[in-house]
C-alpha cells in the first residue's frame, strides 16, 4: 500500500484552465478552442472532442471508475463525467521522419537544424517529429512500422494544412542529424483517435458546498473519527511515513488483519480478491482519506 499526500485536496480536484490539459496530439489545440469545450460542457452540459480529456476513467481492480474531477464557471460548480469513450477514425495528413540505413543515396543533399526557411510553426513541427523519431537517441529509432497517428506529427483540424510547406510535400528530402539521416515523409492516412463524450453535473453553488461535497463523496475516511488496532495504526504510519512523494507497506499473503483493517475503512475490502485469484499486476488507486490531519491518496498493489 502505498500513500500520496495530498496538500489542498479542494485545487486537486478542480478544473479552473482548461488550456492547461494538452490534446493528445504532437502539436496541442490552440488555448481559445479547449476554452470554449469547457464553455460549452458547462453551458450545455455535454461536449464531444477528439484526444482530449476533461476527466479520467482508471481500473479499480477489475471496475472501471471515473477519477473525481470537477470544474466550476466561477458561481457554479460541475462533476465531470465520461459518459462515453470509443475510437474512431480521421482522415487526415501526417509528417514523420523516417530513419535511412546507413549507406546514404548518391544523390542526397540533406538538411540540418535548424531550417531557416521554415516558418515558426513548421519548425516545431519539424522539432516534434524529431521527437517522435528519437532523433537525439543512439542509436536512432526507425518509426516508419508504426501505426498512422504514432510516428510523428498529426494535422489534426486545429492544425492548418494551408499554412505549413511540410504537407503534402515536405520541401527537402533528407534531414541529417547526430550522424543520422532521416527522410522526410507526408502521408495521408487514416488516423484513430479517441472521442470521448464528457458531461457535466451541477453540484453546488458556493465553494462552501463544493468543498463538502468533496468531504461527501470523494473522501473515504478520517481516521481520526475511528478506533484503530496497533496492527492498523502501523500500516498507516509505515505508509505516510514522510517520505518526499510516497510512503510504502508491504507485507507477504495472507493479509493480515491490520490491512484488512484499513482496506475496510477505505470501502475496498469487498473488492479485493484472494491473492491466489491474481494472475497479473493489479491496483486499486485513488482511495482518499484524512490521517494524523493530513489528506492522503491511498493505493492498493497487488503483485501475483
Not at 478552442?33 to 455535454?46: I, M, P, W
Not at 505508509?239 to 490491512?259: I, K, W
Request: with cysteine; aromatic share 12%; glycine share 4%.
Amino acid at each position: 500500500m502505498s500513500a500520496y499526500p495530498t496538500e489542498d485536496p479542494y485545487e486537486a480536484f478542480l478544473l479552473t484552465d482548461p488550456a492547461g490539459h494538452r490534446a493528445q496530439f504532437a502539436i496541442d489545440y490552440p488555448d481559445e478552442y479547449k476554452r470554449a469545450v469547457y464553455d460549452e460542457l458547462l453551458a450545455s452540459g455535454s461536449v464531444t472532442v477528439l484526444n482530449y480529456q476533461l476527466a479520467y476513467e482508471y481500473e479499480f481492480g477489475s471496475e472501471q471508475r471515473d477519477r473525481p474531477q470537477f470544474a466550476t464557471d466561477g458561481d457554479r460548480y460541475y462533476r465531470i463525467h465520461v459518459e462515453t469513450a470509443r475510437t474512431v477514425e480521421r482522415d487526415w495528413w501526417e509528417f514523420y521522419l523516417d530513419l535511412q540505413d546507413s549507406e546514404q543515396p548518391d544523390s542526397t543533399d540533406p538538411v540540418t537544424i535548424p531550417v531557416t526557411s521554415l516558418s515558426d510553426r513548421d519548425q516545431q513541427i519539424l522539432q516534434q517529429a524529431m521527437e517522435a523519431a528519437a532523433a537525439d537517441r543512439d542509436p536512432a529509432i526507425d518509426v516508419g512500422d508504426q501505426e498512422p497517428g504514432s510516428r510523428g506529427v498529426t494535422y489534426h483540424h486545429h492544425l492548418d494544412i494551408q499554412a505549413s510547406d511540410l504537407v503534402p510535400s515536405p520541401p527537402f528530402d533528407y534531414l541529417q542529424h547526430n550522424n543520422h539521416l532521416f527522410q522526410a515523409r507526408a502521408e495521408q492516412n487514416a488516423i484513430p483517435v479517441s472521442e470521448r463524450t464528457f458531461t457535466a453535473e451541477q453540484i453546488s453553488e458556493s465553494q462552501s458546498e463544493y468543498e463538502q461535497h468533496i468531504c461527501d463523496t470523494v473522501l473515504e475516511i478520517d481516521f481520526s473519527t475511528v478506533s484503530l488496532s496497533s496492527e492498523a495504526t502501523e500500516v498507516l504510519d509505515t505508509a505516510t511515513d514522510g517520505r518526499p512523494v510516497s510512503g510504502f507497506y508491504e507485507e507477504s499473503p495472507p493479509m493480515s488483519d491490520g490491512l484488512d483493517t484499513i482496506l475496510t475503512r477505505l470501502n475496498a475490502a469487498d473488492h479485493v480478491r484472494e491473492h491466489s485469484d491474481y494472475g497479473e499486476y493489479t491496483t486499486f488507486p485513488n482511495m482518499y482519506a484524512i490521517y494524523d490531519g493530513s489528506w492522503y491518496e491511498f493505493e492498493l498493489t497487488v503483485y501475483p
